[in-house]
C-alpha cells in the first residue's frame, strides 16, 4: 500500500475542541411518547449513542472521565468526552471507565450515562425507554451484573438488552443471511475472531488477540522514542495514535518491504515527514550600510595584523643583520687580538670554540638570505652543496686533537648526504617504475576496457576486505571477553614468562590466568596499542588510486559509489531512518530538528497482527488464529465459513489488510478454495445501526430482560441469542 505520489510532508498537531462540544436536545418530546429505545454502543475508546429511530448518533465522544478542580472558579468540575479534552487540568485527569475491554469504574461509567441522557434531553426522574447496550466478548458476569444493577436501579430503565459490537455490526452488513463466516473485530484493545453459523456467533470456538489500537499506538510511541531520544518536544500518546491511523499500512510481503525501506532508489516511496510545529528565532537582518561598514572594519584590522607582521618580520631582519655584524667583527679580530683574549671574549660571548662561531655565523647568513628573499618574493630553489670532506681521507696519526673532531664531524655529514643522495636515487627509480607501470597499465586498458574495469573492482573490493577485516579484528581485540583476546592475552603472558610452555598445555598444569583481572587488562591494552598508521595509510592510498581509475573510466561508479561515502555515518541505515535521503540533514536547521521520518514503523507495527513475536507477545498470528478456528469445523462447513471473512472495529481500517488476510489464507489452503474478505461500510458506525437494527426489530423484543424480569431473576440474569454473548455452563 505504497502511494508515492502523495505529499512526504505532514503535520502532527493536539486536535482543539469546541466547549462544549454536545448542546442538549430540545427535541425529547417525540421520542417520549412512543418510548423510543436508546442504543448505546459501549466501546473502550468511543462510546457512540442516539435514538434507535435515527440513521447515525447523536453523539460520538472518547469514554473518557475528568474529575478536577477550577483554580479559577474554585469549584469542583466533571467533565466527559471531548470537553474532558479541551482543558489541560482536566487533559490531566482523563481516566477511563474501562479495563482493557471490560467495564470495571462504575461511577465513571454512571457520569457518561448521566452525559448521555443530559444531551438527549431526557429531564424525566428515570429514564423509560428500553436500553440496547453493546459489550465485549465474553464480558464478565461481574460488570453486567453491576451494569444491570446501575440501569434498573439508578436509572429506572424498564427493559436492556446486550450484544458484541462486531456482531451488531456483523448483522448491519447483512450478515444473517449468510451460511457461516468468521468475524475479525479490531477492537481498541484486543482483536476478536468470532466463526458464525447462520448469522449467530459461535462463542466457544473464539479467540482473542491482545493486540489492539492502544497497543499499536504505544509500540509506535516506543519506537519514535528510541528512534528520536534528544527530539526536542514531547510525543503525545493522541499524537501515536495519530500516526497509526494515518500512516500505518500492512504490508503484503512483509520482508520485500524492508527491503526497499533499505534500498535508497525506494525509500522515499514508503518514507513520510512528521513536521512538528516549531517558533524560528528572530534573526536581525542587518542593512547593506551595516553590511559594509562590517566589511570596513575587518579588512582595516587585517591590514593592521599584516603589517604588524611586517614590522616583526624586519625587526627580526634588522637584529640578524647586527647579529651577524658583531659575529663578522668578533671573527676577523682574531688576527689582531692575542689569542688567549680573542678565546676569552669568544666565551664571554656565549661560544664554545671557533667551529661553533663559524657555524653561527653561516646560519645567521643564510637566514637573512632567506628573509630577504622572501621579502622580494624571490623563491628558493637552490641544491645543498656537497658536505667538506677534506680531513676524512687523513690519518689521525698526523691530526691534532680539533682536526680529529672535525674529522669524525665530517664524515657524519659525507655519510648523511651520502643516504639523501641514495634516498633520492631510489625516489627517481621508484618514479620510473611507477610511470612504466602506469604505461603498461593504461595500454591493458585501451586493449580490452570492460576487462580492465572488472580488474580494477575486484582489486578495490580486496583491499576493502581487507581493511574491514582489520577493523573486525581490532574491534574483537578491543573486547576483553572475545575469543581473540584471550588468545592474544595468553600468547602475549606465555612470551613474557621466564618459562614459557609449549602450545599443548600437559595434563595436570595449571590453567594461565593471565586477564584475570584488571591490572592485566590495562598491560594488554597499553600492548595492544599496535602502530597500524602506515599499513591503513597505504591501503588508503591504494584504495583512492583504484576509486579515481573507476570515476575517470567507469560511468557506471559514482562519487557516492566510493568507500569514504559509503562508510560515512550519513550513509547508514540508522541515519536513512532517521533522517532520510532528501531535503539532506542540517543540524542547524530548526525545522529539520523537530521532523519526524515515520518509514518502517509504518510497516513494523502493524505487522504484529501477523507475528506476535515481534513485541513478546506469546500468541499466534491472525492467520494462523484463522486457521485454527477453521479446521475445528468439519469440512462442509469450512468451505462456507472461508466464503466469508468479515472486518470491523477501528483497527480493521489499515490498509492492506484485507488483501494481506486473503493472500496468506489462500497460500495455505487448496487453490480452489474460495476465500472472500470484506471490510464493513462503516468500521466506526457499523455497530451502533446494527444494534439499533436490532432494537426495532419486534421479533428480537424476547431479548430483552425486562425490568419485572430483574426483580425476579436477579441481576445475573440474561437472556441468549446469537448476536450476544452466552453463559457458558
Given at each position: 500500500?505504497?502511494?508515492?505520489?502523495?505529499?512526504?510532508?505532514?503535520?502532527?498537531?493536539?486536535?482543539?475542541?469546541?466547549?462544549?462540544?454536545?448542546?442538549?436536545?430540545?427535541?425529547?418530546?417525540?421520542?417520549q411518547?412512543?418510548?423510543?429505545?436508546?442504543?448505546?454502543?459501549?466501546?473502550?475508546?468511543?462510546c457512540?449513542?442516539?435514538?434507535?429511530?435515527?440513521?447515525?448518533?447523536?453523539?460520538?465522544?472518547?469514554?473518557?472521565?475528568?474529575?478536577?478542580?477550577?483554580?479559577?472558579?474554585?469549584?469542583?468540575?466533571?467533565?466527559?468526552?471531548?470537553?474532558?479534552?479541551?482543558?489541560?487540568?482536566?487533559?490531566?485527569?482523563?481516566?477511563?471507565?474501562?479495563?482493557?475491554?471490560?467495564?470495571?469504574?462504575?461511577?465513571?461509567?454512571?457520569?457518561?450515562?448521566?452525559?448521555?441522557?443530559?444531551?438527549?434531553?431526557?429531564?424525566?426522574?428515570?429514564?423509560?425507554?428500553?436500553?440496547?447496550?453493546?459489550?465485549?466478548?465474553?464480558?464478565?458476569?461481574?460488570?453486567?451484573?453491576?451494569?444491570?444493577?446501575?440501569?434498573?436501579?439508578?436509572?429506572?430503565?424498564?427493559?436492556?438488552?446486550?450484544?458484541?459490537?462486531?456482531?451488531?455490526?456483523?448483522?448491519?452488513?447483512?450478515?444473517?443471511?449468510?451460511?457461516?463466516?468468521?468475524?475479525i473485530?479490531?477492537?481498541?484493545?484486543?482483536?476478536?475472531?468470532?466463526?458464525?453459523?447462520?448469522?449467530?456467533?459461535?462463542?466457544?470456538?473464539?479467540?482473542?488477540?491482545?493486540?489492539?489500537?492502544?497497543?499499536?499506538?504505544?509500540?509506535?510511541?516506543?519506537?519514535?522514542?528510541?528512534?528520536?531520544?534528544?527530539?526536542?518536544?514531547k510525543?503525545?500518546?493522541?499524537?501515536?495514535?495519530?500516526?497509526?491511523?494515518?500512516?500505518?499500512?500492512?504490508?503484503?510481503?512483509?520482508?520485500?518491504?524492508?527491503?526497499?525501506?533499505?534500498?535508497?532508489?525506494?525509500?522515499?516511496?514508503?518514507?513520510?515527514?512528521?513536521?512538528?510545529?516549531?517558533t524560528?528565532?528572530?534573526?536581525?537582518?542587518?542593512?547593506?550600510?551595516?553590511?559594509?561598514r562590517?566589511?570596513?572594519?575587518?579588512?582595516?584590522?587585517s591590514?593592521?595584523?599584516?603589517?604588524?607582521?611586517?614590522?616583526?618580520?624586519?625587526?627580526?631582519?634588522?637584529l640578524?643583520?647586527?647579529?651577524?655584524?658583531?659575529?663578522?667583527?668578533?671573527?676577523?679580530?682574531?688576527?689582531?687580538?692575542?689569542?688567549?683574549?680573542?678565546?676569552?671574549?669568544?666565551?664571554?660571548?656565549?661560544?664554545?670554540?671557533e667551529?661553533?662561531?663559524?657555524?653561527?655565523?653561516?646560519?645567521?647568513?643564510?637566514?637573512?638570505?632567506?628573509?630577504?628573499?622572501?621579502?622580494?618574493?624571490?623563491?628558493?630553489?637552490?641544491?645543498?652543496?656537497?658536505?667538506?670532506?677534506?680531513?676524512?681521507?687523513?690519518?689521525?696519526?698526523?691530526?691534532?686533537?680539533?682536526?680529529?673532531?672535525?674529522?669524525?664531524?665530517?664524515?657524519?655529514?659525507?655519510?648523511?648526504?651520502?643516504?639523501?643522495q641514495?634516498?633520492k636515487?631510489?625516489?627517481?627509480?621508484?618514479?620510473?617504475?611507477?610511470?612504466?607501470?602506469?604505461?603498461?597499465?593504461?595500454?591493458?586498458?585501451?586493449?580490452?576496457?570492460?576487462?580492465?574495469?572488472?580488474?580494477?573492482?575486484?582489486?578495490r573490493?580486496?583491499?576493502?576486505?581487507?581493511?574491514?577485516?582489520?577493523?573486525?579484528?581490532?574491534?574483537?581485540?578491543?573486547?576483553?571477553?572475545?575469543?581473540?583476546?584471550?588468545?592474544?592475552?595468553?600468547?602475549?603472558?606465555?612470551?613474557?614468562?621466564?618459562?614459557?610452555?609449549?602450545?599443548?598445555?600437559?595434563?595436570g598444569?595449571?590453567?594461565?590466568?593471565?586477564?584475570?583481572?584488571?591490572?592485566?587488562?590495562?598491560?594488554?591494552?597499553?600492548?595492544?596499542?599496535?602502530?597500524?598508521?602506515?599499513?591503513?595509510?597505504?591501503?588508503?592510498?591504494?584504495?583512492?588510486?583504484?576509486?579515481?581509475?573507476?570515476?575517470?573510466?567507469?560511468?557506471?561508479?559514482?562519487?557516492?559509489?566510493?568507500?569514504?561515502?559509503?562508510?560515512?555515518?550519513?550513509?547508514?541505515?540508522?541515519?536513512?531512518?532517521?533522517?532520510?535521503?532528501?531535503?539532506?540533514?542540517?543540524?542547524?536547521?530548526?525545522?529539520?530538528?523537530?521532523?519526524?521520518?515515520?518509514?518502517?514503523?509504518?510497516?513494523?507495527?502493524?505487522?504484529?497482527?501477523?507475528?506476535?513475536?515481534?513485541?513478546?507477545?506469546?500468541?499466534?498470528?491472525?492467520?494462523?488464529?484463522?486457521?485454527?478456528?477453521?479446521?475445528?469445523f468439519?469440512?462442509?462447513?469450512?468451505?462456507?465459513?472461508?466464503?466469508?471473512?468479515?472486518?470491523?472495529?477501528?483497527?480493521?481500517?489499515?490498509?492492506?489488510?484485507?488483501?494481506?488476510?486473503?493472500?496468506?489464507?489462500?497460500?495455505?489452503?487448496?487453490?480452489?478454495s474460495?476465500?472472500?474478505?470484506?471490510?464493513?461500510?462503516?468500521?466506526?458506525?457499523?455497530?451502533w445501526?446494527?444494534?439499533?437494527?436490532?432494537?426495532?426489530?419486534?421479533?428480537?423484543?424476547?431479548?430483552?430482560?425486562?425490568?419485572?424480569?430483574?426483580?425476579?431473576?436477579?441481576?445475573?440474569?440474561?437472556?441468549?441469542?446469537?448476536?450476544?454473548?452466552?453463559?457458558?455452563?
Open positions: 500500500m505504497v502511494e508515492s505520489g502523495l505529499p512526504r510532508f505532514y503535520g502532527l498537531e493536539e486536535k482543539e475542541y469546541p466547549v462544549p462540544y454536545y448542546s442538549v436536545r430540545s427535541d425529547y418530546r417525540k421520542y411518547t412512543q418510548s423510543t429505545p436508546i442504543v448505546i454502543d459501549n466501546g473502550s475508546n468511543q457512540r449513542a442516539g435514538w434507535a429511530t435515527e440513521h447515525t448518533p447523536s453523539m460520538v465522544f472518547d469514554s473518557l472521565v475528568a474529575k478536577y478542580k477550577d483554580k479559577r472558579s474554585n469549584t469542583n468540575v466533571l467533565s466527559v468526552g471531548m470537553d474532558a479534552l479541551c482543558d489541560a487540568t482536566a487533559k490531566a485527569s482523563c481516566r477511563s471507565p474501562f479495563d482493557g475491554h471490560i467495564v470495571c469504574d462504575f461511577d465513571r461509567m454512571e457520569t457518561i450515562l448521566d452525559y448521555i441522557f443530559m444531551v438527549l434531553g431526557i429531564s424525566t426522574t428515570g429514564v423509560h425507554h428500553p436500553i440496547v447496550m453493546t459489550e465485549a466478548v465474553c464480558n464478565s458476569q461481574y460488570s453486567r451484573r453491576h451494569m444491570n444493577e446501575l440501569l434498573f436501579e439508578g436509572y429506572k430503565v424498564p427493559s436492556v438488552a446486550y450484544g458484541i459490537d462486531s456482531l451488531f455490526s456483523y448483522h448491519a452488513n447483512g450478515g444473517d443471511s449468510d451460511d457461516g463466516g468468521i468475524v473485530s479490531g477492537g481498541n484493545s484486543t482483536t476478536h475472531i468470532i466463526p458464525t453459523i447462520q448469522g449467530k456467533g459461535v462463542l466457544a470456538k473464539t479467540k482473542r488477540m491482545s493486540y489492539g489500537g492502544t497497543q499499536s499506538s504505544e509500540y509506535m510511541l516506543k519506537l519514535m522514542q528510541l528512534k528520536y531520544p534528544t527530539f526536542p518536544t510525543m503525545t500518546s493522541s499524537q501515536a495514535q495519530d500516526l497509526v491511523k494515518e500512516h500505518a499500512f500492512i504490508a503484503q510481503d512483509y520482508q520485500q518491504t524492508l527491503k526497499q525501506i533499505g534500498d535508497r532508489n525506494t525509500f522515499q516511496d514508503i518514507d513520510r515527514i512528521i513536521q512538528f510545529p516549531f524560528a528565532p528572530i534573526v536581525e537582518e542587518k542593512t547593506t550600510e551595516e553590511l559594509a562590517q566589511a570596513a572594519k575587518r579588512e582595516e584590522n591590514k593592521r595584523l599584516r603589517e604588524a607582521a611586517a614590522k616583526s618580520r624586519l625587526e627580526k631582519l634588522v640578524r643583520e647586527q647579529q651577524f655584524e658583531a659575529f663578522t667583527t668578533l671573527k676577523n679580530a682574531k688576527r689582531s687580538t692575542k689569542k688567549t683574549d680573542w678565546i676569552a671574549q669568544l666565551k664571554e660571548s656565549g661560544f664554545k670554540d667551529t661553533d662561531l663559524d657555524d653561527t655565523i653561516k646560519q645567521l647568513d643564510v637566514a637573512i638570505q632567506r628573509a630577504r628573499n622572501k621579502e622580494l618574493g624571490i623563491e628558493e630553489n637552490e641544491e645543498k652543496e656537497p658536505p667538506i670532506t677534506t680531513l676524512v681521507d687523513i690519518p689521525d696519526d698526523v691530526l691534532s686533537e680539533a682536526d680529529k673532531k672535525e674529522k669524525r664531524k665530517q664524515k657524519l655529514m659525507k655519510a648523511n648526504y651520502d643516504a639523501r641514495r634516498a636515487k631510489a625516489k627517481l627509480e621508484a618514479k620510473a617504475r611507477e610511470e612504466e607501470g602506469a604505461r603498461l597499465e593504461e595500454q591493458k586498458r585501451l586493449d580490452n576496457p570492460e576487462s580492465w574495469v572488472a580488474e580494477i573492482k575486484q582489486k573490493q580486496d583491499v576493502i576486505d581487507k581493511i574491514k577485516k582489520r577493523k573486525r579484528l581490532a574491534s574483537e581485540l578491543a573486547d576483553r571477553r572475545s575469543r581473540a583476546s584471550q588468545l592474544r592475552m595468553k600468547s602475549i603472558a606465555n612470551l613474557a614468562s621466564d618459562s614459557p610452555t609449549s602450545k599443548r598445555r600437559k595434563r598444569n595449571e590453567e594461565d590466568t593471565f586477564g584475570a583481572d584488571d591490572d592485566d587488562w590495562m598491560i594488554y591494552r597499553e600492548i595492544s596499542r599496535d602502530d597500524e598508521s602506515d599499513e591503513e595509510e597505504e591501503d588508503m592510498s591504494e584504495l583512492n588510486q583504484y576509486e579515481n581509475l573507476l570515476l575517470q573510466y567507469d560511468p557506471d561508479f559514482l562519487p557516492e559509489h566510493s568507500y569514504e561515502s559509503m562508510s560515512s555515518p550519513t550513509n547508514t541505515l540508522m541515519h536513512l531512518l532517521s533522517r532520510g535521503i532528501y531535503p539532506p540533514f542540517d543540524p542547524s536547521d530548526m525545522g529539520q530538528t523537530y521532523q519526524l521520518h515515520v518509514n518502517v514503523e509504518r510497516v513494523r507495527v502493524p505487522e504484529v497482527l501477523f507475528e506476535p513475536s515481534i513485541i513478546g507477545l506469546d500468541q499466534a498470528g491472525l492467520v494462523e488464529t484463522i486457521n485454527d478456528i477453521v479446521r475445528t468439519d469440512s462442509s462447513q469450512r468451505d462456507k465459513i472461508m466464503k466469508n471473512i468479515f472486518l470491523t472495529g477501528g483497527f480493521s481500517q489499515l490498509p492492506g489488510l484485507g488483501d494481506r488476510i486473503h493472500s496468506s489464507l489462500q497460500s495455505i489452503y487448496p487453490a480452489h474460495v476465500i472472500n474478505v470484506k471490510k464493513a461500510r462503516d468500521v466506526f458506525l457499523d455497530a445501526r446494527g444494534a439499533s437494527m436490532f432494537a426495532q426489530d419486534e421479533s428480537k423484543k424476547q431479548y430483552f430482560v425486562t425490568r419485572k424480569e430483574y426483580e425476579e431473576y436477579g441481576s445475573d440474569y440474561m437472556k441468549e441469542h446469537g448476536l450476544g454473548n452466552i453463559i457458558q455452563k
